[in-house]
Structure formats: structure tokens, C-alpha cells
């Protein structure tokens, strides 16, 4: 079956302008992003045949997920290997680095841009602990001097344009963040800003702040991206409206679907048939498989199968055997999900 399946065409720039706005081009530090509908770095997920992914069903930009500048600083083999690797068809392509140490920071971000990268994001936001403990992520809120010094690290490590990405604050009522965005766009010297206007502590949890967001983008002459809360197309319009961010930046609201951003640059009027959502996550079978090997793609996949049995509507016990079957078995079932008759 797998030498019988038509191929899925790279992603190519819109033919024909919309009138759209998150379908118009802008500029991040002077390359250029075809539309305004962005990936976010998602941790654990967000590598190069996620990104191309994104890039394919219309993505403007798409980041990496988070790699340690350590890892990098210290050429660790398998954070080379694995988090580092760009597709050609990618670009432009953001990585993204998280740290406490400006010297590493530096060395991470001129190992980043060695391997192809076009801009550099700097984490400000990640609430996990293990993270926040080494004086990364989030922490930083806490510490605006060394915000700073980082991201002029990477700057002059990387000699490409830096962004940042953060959240509000620390905890509720707290303006923390929005305090460092402002220092970052005017001392920093940062190329934009993806601003998540929810706090540390709340999480995920709650509404996103649009307005405290737009009240950014009034302060800042730097571009702002909106992020937090945009699980639809519609909730996507409707924070790029409240907010009046430049950008969306979609997280999990992409996963699973990476037809969001078809829909939202004006490509895509109507969800994707079962047979579209079959042949898409079959291509992602292979991706991995490529990427990881059989055995580790196998294991890694489970987390994928979920997303995409949920749009299929699949039966349980098909959702089930994904979970502990090895990938010629997994293929079998999902390429059995196109003909709903047979799964029922």
C-alpha cells in the first residue's frame, strides 16, 4: 500500500491574493512571511516534518519546539541530529532556544543559524518546572536584565533576527511580561514579539487577555503575534480581532488538523474528506518513520493517533490497537478508516 499512495504535493504560495488579512505578507526583521498564520513552538511535537507540515497546508512560519542552548553549546549528538534537522522546503523557519546562560545562549544561536535557521525565538514563556528551576522559560519574567542579555546573545551569536516569546506574567495580575516585552522591543532590539496573554500559574486554563495584547501592540513598534486560546479558525479570527496582533500563532489547534491553515489564509472553504485525513496521516507515518526508524517512530506515534481518530470518528477498538500495534499494523487500520463501512 505504501508504493501505491499518491504523493502529497509540498505547499506552494497562494496563486490568487485574498482579501483576508491573516493572508497578507509581512516582514519579521526583514525576511518575509508569505501570510500571518504561524506555528507555535510545541514541545516534544513541533519537528521538521511537523513544521513542513504546517508549511505545506499554508503556514506562513512555523517555529521549532524548544531546544535546549546547552544541548547545542555542548553539541550533544542527538539534539544535532534530531532537533536541529531542517527540511529544504521549510524556510522560512524559526528555532527556538531556551536558557539562562548569554555565553551558551550566544554559542546555541550560532550553532542554530549554521544549520539553516531564519530567525531565532527565545522561550520566555515555558511554565514547566524542570525548565523554570535552571532560570529558563518563564522564570525570566522575574529577571529583565538577563532577558536582555540574552537576547542580545543571540543576536550577536546567531547574526539573524531575534524574537521572543512570552507570556503576561508570572501569576494573576501580574504584568511581568508585558513589562519585559515592552524593554525587549525597545533595548533589545528583538525582531517581534509572540505574546501569550495568559500568566504562569493560570496556565491553560481561563480566557486569554486580547485586550491587555492590543495594549501591546500600541506600545511596541515591533510585530506582535497573538498565541493562547486559538483551538479553531474561528477562535483565531476572533483573537486577531480583539487583540489586533500583526499575527496568529496556532499550537495545539494544529494538531491533528493542519488544515486550520488552509483555512484561515483562504485556501480552504470546507473540512477535509476521511480520505484527506487518512492520506495526511499516513504521510505522517512515513515522516516519522523516516526521522525516528520503525521501532522509536512506533512508540513516538502514539501521541499523533489520538487527533487524528477523533476527526475520523474512529471506534475505539481501532484507537486502541494503535496504541499497541507496531506501524505495518498501524497503517492497516488507518488505511481501513477511508471505507467507514469496514470499521464498523
Not at 536584565?145 to 542580545?152: C, G, T, Y
Not at 499516513?282 to 512508540?299: F, K, M, N, P
Request: hydrophobic fraction near 40%; include cysteine; aromatic fraction near 4%.
Amino acid at each position: 500500500m505504501r508504493g501505491t499512495r499518491k504523493p502529497i504535493p509540498p505547499a506552494v504560495e497562494q496563486a490568487h491574493p485574498t482579501e483576508d488579512p491573516l493572508a497578507m505578507p509581512f516582514e519579521i526583521g526583514g525576511v518575509r512571511i508569505a501570510n500571518r498564520v504561524l506555528l507555535a513552538p510545541l514541545a516534544g511535537i513541533g519537528n521538521w516534518f511537523v513544521r513542513l507540515q504546517a508549511r505545506r497546508h499554508g503556514a506562513g512560519l512555523a517555529v521549532s519546539e524548544m531546544i535546549s542552548s546547552f544541548g547545542l553549546h555542548h553539541r550533544n549528538e542527538r539534539t544535532l541530529r534530531e532537533l536541529m534537522r531542517i527540511h529544504p522546503d521549510e524556510h522560512p523557519v524559526s528555532v527556538q532556544l531556551f536558557g539562562h546562560d548569554p555565553d551558551v545562549m550566544r554559542s546555541g544561536a550560532e550553532t542554530a543559524a549554521g544549520a539553516g535557521a531564519d530567525l531565532i525565538d527565545i522561550n520566555m514563556g515555558c511554565p514547566v518546572r524542570k525548565v523554570r528551576k535552571t532560570g529558563a522559560g518563564v522564570e525570566l519574567l522575574g529577571d529583565p536584565d538577563l532577558a536582555l542579555a540574552l537576547v542580545r546573545a543571540a543576536a550577536e551569536g546567531g547574526r539573524l533576527p531575534v524574537t521572543v516569546k512570552l507570556r503576561s506574567g508570572l501569576h494573576p495580575g501580574d504584568r511581568s511580561g508585558f513589562e519585559l516585552a515592552i524593554r525587549l522591543a525597545e533595548e533589545g532590539g528583538v525582531a517581534a514579539i509572540a505574546f501569550h496573554p495568559r500568566d504562569a500559574r493560570t496556565g491553560h486554563a481561563g480566557s486569554p487577555d486580547y485586550a491587555l495584547t492590543r495594549e501591546l501592540v500600541e506600545r511596541v513598534d515591533v510585530p506582535v503575534i497573538v498565541s493562547g486560546g486559538l483551538k479553531s479558525a474561528a477562535a483565531a479570527r476572533r483573537a486577531h480581532r480583539e487583540s489586533g496582533a500583526d499575527a496568529v500563532m496556532i499550537a495545539r489547534g494544529a494538531l491533528g488538523n493542519p488544515w486550520v491553515f488552509e483555512e484561515l489564509t483562504g485556501r480552504r472553504a470546507a473540512p477535509p474528506g476521511r480520505e484527506e485525513i487518512v492520506g495526511e496521516l499516513l504521510w505522517t507515518i512515513d515522516r516519522a518513520e523516516e526521522h525516528l526508524g520503525t521501532e522509536r517512530a512506533g512508540r513516538y506515534l502514539r501521541k499523533f493517533y489520538p487527533w487524528y481518530m477523533d476527526r475520523l470518528d474512529a471506534p475505539a477498538a481501532v484507537a486502541d490497537q494503535l496504541q499497541r500495534g507496531d506501524l505495518a499494523r498501524a497503517r492497516e487500520l488507518i488505511v481501513g478508516l477511508a471505507d467507514p463501512v469496514a470499521t464498523t
